[in-house]
Each structure stands twice: as structure tokens, then as C-alpha cells.
């Protein structure tokens, strides 16, 4: 087997179709302007802008201020909530219905409501953003409580671990496989909610910041927008795995051992 | 009456109504002893340790400590589970495995004890290995230190040798048994293994077939310290073997034929 | 594992929605939220059951189900054919991938701007919106679900002379339905927001539009009984997948163990 040559063979063909999109772009935009088709280089321009001065001020930070403020919210109150209603198993029967409704609203539909209460603040984004990304952490984080070894309570039971001691120093790391997958997915959905806060409800912002250079038909700055909000996402989607990486490095080997491999 | 370090009294436990795990187990444990507590398979060994931990609550009847009752594990009580693989934290090392009951106690003396227990049980080398890069034995041995570091006075041990191959166990029991005699702990052994009984315990206590119950309790007055070797050659041993053996297939067969 | 007879859990659930219900009120009464702004829960279900039976809020439902469709039948198709592509066809698979990353972190709704900009406001763009934002996850499990096919399904269809085709419709197509019923139930809910999204933005009828022009009319009840009843109207199309699921695919490994 050729290993080498499997591996270039690929890339080549990578490269070329990247390449050849682009140009098929660039001419198509040079031989047949229209207002939805720029230029690279206008694009490239308009995406290293956003990245400086007073765009990264007024459109980039409010942005990520506020993905960050909701997402971390969203993390913090699905980790606890989540692992109270796992490991208090009685309370499953209560709480499911009202969870089993409000993790299936459109989160969208929630920011006409938050208007309202809010106004158009940045409160009442971080709370579309947080509202909308809290689901998949406290449902994976209900999982992941109730799924912990008895064995593992037992110990800490035997040691004189309290309730919430066992709660934090045994239930918490046990699910955190669990929970990490659930907090990827809050990272994607905080992104949507984030962008569509800013297009409905905001004045600065990506997301408005797009919708104005639509507006004004300014659309190289549209496409450096939509590639700046990709580049975030990405950016953070590996953080979040190199993190997860290191923090669930136990859980790797762990399972690479034991069949199922679980903890939980 | 408190001096025994632990009383069973007329315990009795069923998860179903009809069909009681435990009935009427009494027996008594005094300071220093070395019990081992030896039944037919699923007879509920299991079910009386966890009682006897005061993990769980009998229905009937009292287990006390030191004459006390507890409603959860007593602090001086510390226990060894079977499946040394669900028991230990994945997520901690070695050290921090064996640390877990001390998080009250000042950092030097954490690490003071925390490196004693280690070496009693040979494992300082893979003190900052994680559990899943331990063998059977080791994670065991691993279970063990954190059980001791607290410095219990009653130890109990769920089948802590069954899963392990011939020669590791007999390498543990005679661990444990120098542990047990160095630390002058109370040690309660349930074990499936009729020859560790005699061989580690100065009591054996034997249970009949579910529901379980005492049947007969027998003294084993063999000297110590004891040698895997000649002990196991020694014709009381194979006599209170012997006995045992007899006892336990009784109630094996009592099982089959009910 | 059943761990409440079925009618404790029922009651217990009702029981919840009882206390959510007593919540809100309880939130009203102490004025932390401006009962104007916040209606009691009767004045929403009535608002609710008379916009529902012939008013404005079921004819802005049908609105957003007349876009949320057609654009969730496109991306089936798409994704399920694209799927089926890319995981049978090496080389087109290598070939689109750095697009397929490309696009992949980017949120769909960030393109609203640019369909505003292609394809204006109109019915095409929204069903390209729609279309766009769920055929990601039906394409994704499409592509894993042929890829894990069992190759020992294949083998057999093999040894019992299938030709390619007949392999792909009798054998790899009716496994991977399993996972085309989960993509498509992701998108189910993804086409939804987009729908909704598109209809704010750009007044497009449907429901999206409806809340945000009651709203603005300081009809705040109304508003209160549209966004339950779309909650509602999120759960129930789950419910009715999974119901379908399960009716269709009773053998999958998800619904076998019911």
C-alpha cells in the first residue's frame, strides 16, 4: 500500500476542487456582475475590516460578549439544574412534562416574548441565547447524574460525603462525558440565537451588521460577515474540543478498556 | 454488650415481600476479630454487607456498632466492594483515589498517610497512574489503601479476591492479613472461597441458602502468623475445611433441591 | 425498567404542570414581572382555543406549515440523495469535503442576508432557507447510516447474487432508514426556526409574523397564546415522528427495546 501516495492523492484533488470553485467564482463575478456576487479580493477586504479597528468594536465584541455571557449561563444553570433532577430520581415524574414542552419550542418564538419583558436590551438577547442553548446541557447533564455507578455513590456514601459533596465531587465528573456532548450542541445553538437576536432585535452586532450591508446593498461586507460569524464558530467549536480533550482525558482511556467503557 | 464491634440481631431483609433475602441473621464480631463470613452462591452475602454498612436498612432486627445504630456508614467503618473496576474514580489517579476519605484532614498529613497506605500496598511506584492503566490486582490493591487510609476500625470486604487471578489473590489475602494484624483492625471477609475462610478468619460464620441465615458459627484457633503454605497442610486446617466445606454443600444442595 | 406504576407517574406529571402553572401565577401576584406583560394562564388558553378554532393564529399556523414542508421535503430528498452519494462514492466525497467543512460551522440563518440579497423576499427564498438549514442533518446521518451498514448484510446479499443495485434498494437503503428517520426529525425542528426566522424578518405570513405584529400592537395575550401554541405545535411534531418511528421501524435498534 502506497500510504503516501493515498494520502496526497486526496489532498490534491481537495485543492484543486477548492481552487477551481473560487475560480469559477472570481470569473463569474468579473464577466457577470450582480449585486449578490462580489469579488474575491472585495470580500477578503471587507472580512480583514471586521477584524479591526472600530468594526471589531461595534460588531465583532458585542457579539461575542454576548454569546459568551449566554452560553456560560446556559452551561451553569443546566449543569446544576441537571444534576439535581438526575440524582434526586424521584423528582423525574414532576419535572418531565413541563421539560419535555419547553425543550421543543422553536427557541425563536421566545424572542417576541423577551422583547417585551427585556426590551431590545442586550439582557433580552443573552436570554434568547440562553434560553435557547440551556436544553441539550440539562438534558445531558439529567442523563449523565442518573446514569453514575452505584458503586461510585456507595463509596462516597461510606466516606461521609454530604449531599451536595457527592454531588460535585462524584456525580459531576462521572457525567461530564455526558454533559461536554450536550454543551457542544448549546455552542452551535447559542451561535443561532445569537445571530438571530441580531437581526431581529439589535443596533450593533454581526448579525445586524449583516443585515445593514444588505440593506445597503454593501454585499462583499455581507459575505465577510457571514465568514466572520463562521470563523467564530469554529474557532470556539475547537476550543471547546481541545478542552474537552483535556479535561476528559481519564475518560479516553477509560474507555478503551472496559466494554461499554462507562462510567455512567 | 457494646464492646462487640458489631451485632447483627435478628436481621431481616427482603426487596420483595415474598421472598425475603435475609431472615433472623444474628451473629457478633469483637474487636481485632477477623470474621469471614462464607455462604452457597446468592445466598445474599451482598445484601447483608450493605446492611451491615448501613447502606441499607434492615426490616427487621438491628445492626449495631459499638451498640449504636447508624443510618448511614459509621466513619470508623470502611469497606472494599468487589468490583474493583466500578469502584474506583476513573477520573482521579492513584493518589488521589486513596486521598478521597481525607479531604478533612491538613495537606502533610494527607500526604503523610496517603504515602503509608501506598506502601503498605505496594503501589507508590503507580501513585500518579490512572485506574485504567492499573491491573486487576493493583486496582485492587488500590481500593484497598483507600479503605485503610482513613484508618478504620472495622473493614469489610465483598468477595475482594474473586475477581482477580490465583496468583494475585494469594499474594492480596496475605496483604490483607498483615495489613489487618499491623493496623490491629476488626476485619468482616464475605467470600465464596471456603479455603480463604479458614485460612484468613479466626471466626467463620455460615450461611444457608436464601433466605439466608446463620447455621453454624466455627472457631478457627490455627496460629498465626499464617503461611500459605504450611497452615494450608495442617490437619486442623483441613479438618475446620473440611467442615465448613460439608456445610456450605448442605446448603448448596438444600438450594437446588427447594 | 419501570420504577413508578404508570398512573403515579401521570399524576405526577400533572401534578408538575400544576406547579408551573401556579408559578407564573405566583410571579403575577408578586408583580416581578408586570402582570400586563404577563397574562394569566386561563386569559392565554382562552386567547389560545378562540385564535385556534377559525381565527388569525390557525391561519398563520397553516401559513408556516405551507413553507415548513415543502422545505423539509426538499432537504429530505437532497440530503438523503447527496447522502447516499457521498458515502458510496470516495471520490466525490474527498472532492466536496473542504466545502462541506466550509459551510459546516456556518449558522444558516447568518444567510438570510445573503438569500435576501439573491432571491429577495418571496416564497423561494424561504423554502431555500428552510431547505438550506435542515438538509445538513439528514445528509450527515444519511451518510453515517450507509456507512455503518452491517457488512455482513452485504455479504449475504452477495452470496445470494444481488447485483449493485439491487444491493443499494434491498439491503443498504432499509438500514439506513433508522438514521434518515433521526436526521429528518433534527430537521424537523431546525426547518421550523428557520421558517419562523424568515417570517419575522421579512413579514412572510405565518406565525412568525403573527407574534411579532400582535406584539407590536400591544396585543400581549394574543402573543402569550401563539407562542404556547407553537410550543405546542414543536412538541407534537417530535411526538408524531417518533410516533412514526416507531410504527415504521419497530426492528431499529432505538425502538426494539420497548
Known amino acids: 500500500m502506497t500510504a503516501r501516495r493515498n494520502r496526497i ?71 446544576v439544574a441537571g444534576l439535581v433532577l438526575g440524582y434526586l430520581r ?24 423577551a422583547l417585551l419583558l427585556f ?48 454531588l460535585f465531587r462524584v456525580v459531576l465528573p462521572a457525567a461530564l462525558p455526558l454533559i461536554f456532548a450536550g454543551v457542544r450542541i448549546a455552542l452551535s445553538i447559542a451561535l443561532v440565537m445569537m445571530v438571530i437576536s441580531e437581526l431581529i432585535a439589535a443596533d450593533d452586532g454581526l448579525g445586524f451588521y449583516i ?19 463562521g470563523t467564530i464558530g469554529l474557532a470556539l467549536t475547537l476550543a471547546l474540543l481541545a478542552i474537552e480533550r483535556s479535561v476528559l482525558s481519564w475518560h479516553r482511556g477509560w474507555r478503551g478498556l472496559s466494554g461499554t467503557g462507562s462510567v455512567i | 454488650m457494646s464492646e462487640s464491634i458489631l451485632i447483627m440481631d435478628g436481621v431481616t431483609k427482603a426487596y420483595v415481600p415474598t421472598a425475603p433475602i435475609l431472615k433472623d441473621v444474628s451473629f457478633r464480631q469483637e474487636p481485632g476479630e477477623f470474621l469471614a463470613v462464607v455462604g452457597p452462591s446468592g445466598c445474599g452475602k451482598t445484601t447483608m454487607l450493605r446492611c451491615i454498612a448501613s447502606l441499607m436498612q434492615p426490616d427487621q432486627g438491628a445492626v449495631l456498632h459499638h451498640g449504636q445504630h447508624f443510618d448511614n456508614p459509621p466513619p470508623w467503618l470502611s469497606i472494599v466492594f468487589q468490583d474493583y473496576n466500578r469502584s474506583l474514580f476513573p477520573w482521579l489517579s492513584v493518589r488521589r483515589n486513596v486521598a478521597f ?49 482513613v484508618q478504620p476500625k472495622l473493614l469489610l470486604l465483598d468477595e475482594p479476591f474473586a475477581s482477580v487471578d490465583a496468583q494475585t489473590r494469594i499474594d492480596l489475602q496475605d496483604m490483607v492479613m498483615d495489613i489487618c494484624r499491623k493496623m490491629s483492625l476488626s476485619t468482616l471477609l464475605v467470600t465464596h472461597d471456603i479455603d480463604e475462610a479458614v485460612f484468613m478468619a479466626d471466626k467463620v460464620v455460615v450461611l444457608s441458602t436464601r433466605p439466608a441465615r446463620v447455621v453454624e458459627e466455627i472457631g478457627v484457633d490455627l496460629p498465626r ?9 495442617t490437619p486442623d486446617f483441613l479438618h475446620l475445611r473440611h467442615r465448613v466445606y460439608t456445610l456450605v454443600r448442605q446448603q448448596a444442595q438444600k438450594g437446588t433441591s427447594a | 425498567m419501570k420504577m413508578t406504576p404508570l398512573p403515579g407517574a401521570v399524576l405526577k406529571g400533572i401534578a408538575g404542570i400544576a ?48 413553507s415548513w414542508v415543502p422545505g423539509l421535503l426538499i432537504a429530505t ?59 445538513w442533518p439528514v445528509l450527515f446521518s444519511t451518510k453515517a447510516g450507509v456507512e455503518s451498514v452491517d457488512p455482513r448484510y452485504l455479504e449475504t446479499g452477495r452470496v445470494m447474487g444481488l447485483g449493485q443495485t439491487a444491493q443499494l434498494l434491498r439491503i443498504v437503503l432499509p438500514s439506513t432508514l433508522p438514521s434518515v428517520a433521526t436526521g429528518m426529525r433534527t430537521a424537523s425542528a431546525i426547518a421550523l426556526v428557520l421558517a419562523i426566522t424568515v417570517e419575522m424578518l421579512t413579514g412572510r405570513p405565518g406565525i412568525g409574523f403573527y407574534i411579532e405584529t400582535i406584539r407590536l400592537n400591544g396585543l400581549t395575550t394574543e402573543m402569550w397564546a401563539a407562542i404556547f401554541v407553537t410550543g405546542l405545535f414543536g412538541y407534537l411534531v417530535n411526538a408524531a415522528f417518533m410516533a412514526a418511528e416507531r410504527f415504521a421501524l419497530p426492528w431499529s435498534p432505538e425502538n426494539r427495546d420497548r
Open chain 1, 119 to 166: 426590551g431590545p436590551t442586550d439582557t433580552m438577547r443573552i436570554f434568547v441565547i440562553a434560553f435557547g442553548s440551556v436544553f441539550p446541557v440539562l438534558l445531558a447533564a439529567i442523563d449523565g447524574a442518573r446514569r453514575v455507578d452505584a458503586v461510585l455513590l456507595d463509596v462516597a456514601r461510606v466516606n461521609g460525603l454530604s449531599l451536595m459533596e457527592r
Open chain 1, 9 to 79: 492523492a486526496p489532498l490534491a484533488w481537495q485543492i484543486g476542487m477548492t481552487g477551481a470553485l473560487l475560480a469559477i467564482w472570481q470569473w463569474a463575478a468579473l464577466t457577470h456582475p450582480a449585486p449578490y456576487l462580489p469579488v474575491l479580493q472585495n470580500i477578503v477586504a471587507g472580512y480583514l475590516r471586521l477584524w479591526h479597528g472600530d468594526l471589531l468594536q461595534s460588531a465583532i465584541v458585542p457579539s461575542m460578549v454576548r454569546l459568551a455571557i449566554g452560553f456560560l449561563i446556559a452551561v451553569a444553570a443546566g449543569c
Open chain 2, 225 to 233: 502468623p499464617r503461611d500459605q503454605l504450611t497452615t494450608k497442610e
Open chain 1, 90 to 113: 424521584a423528582l423525574d415524574p414532576w419535572v418531565r412534562p413541563v421539560l419535555e414542552y419547553l425543550r421543543f419550542i422553536p427557541a425563536v418564538a421566545i424572542l417576541p416574548a
Open chain 3, 19 to 66: 406547579l408551573s402553572v401556579a408559578l407564573w401565577e405566583l410571579i403575577r401576584a408578586f408583580r416581578i414581572v408586570d402582570p400586563r406583560d404577563l397574562p394569566s394562564f386561563v386569559a392565554i388558553v382562552r386567547s389560545a382555543a378562540a385564535g385556534l378554532w377559525g381565527g388569525d393564529l390557525a391561519a398563520a399556523l397553516v401559513a408556516t406549515i405551507g
Open chain 1, 211 to 229: 443585515l445593514r450591508n444588505q440593506r445597503l446593498f454593501q454585499t462583499a461586507n455581507v459575505y465577510a460577515g457571514v465568514l466572520t460569524i
Open chain 3, 77 to 135: 430528498i437532497g440530503g438523503v440523495a447527496i447522502g447516499i452519494a457521498l458515502a458510496l462514492v470516495p471520490t466525490l466525497e474527498i472532492a466536496t469535503r473542504p466545502l462541506l467543512e466550509f459551510l459546516r460551522p456556518i449558522p444558516s440563518v447568518a444567510l438570510i442576508p445573503v438569500a435576501l440579497l439573491v432571491l429577495g423576499i418571496g416564497l423561494q427564498m424561504q423554502l431555500s432557507m428552510i431547505a438550506f438549514a435542515s438538509i
Open chain 2, 101 to 149: 476519605g481525607l479531604r478533612h484532614v491538613g495537606k502533610e498529613e494527607r500526604d503523610a498517610r496517603v504515602q503509608g497506605a501506598l506502601k503498605a500496598v505496594n503501589l507508590e511506584h503507580a501513585a500518579d497512574l490512572y485506574p485504567w492503566q492499573l491491573s486487576g490486582g493493583m486496582q485492587q490493591r488500590c481500593a484497598l489503601a483507600r479503605s485503610i487510609v
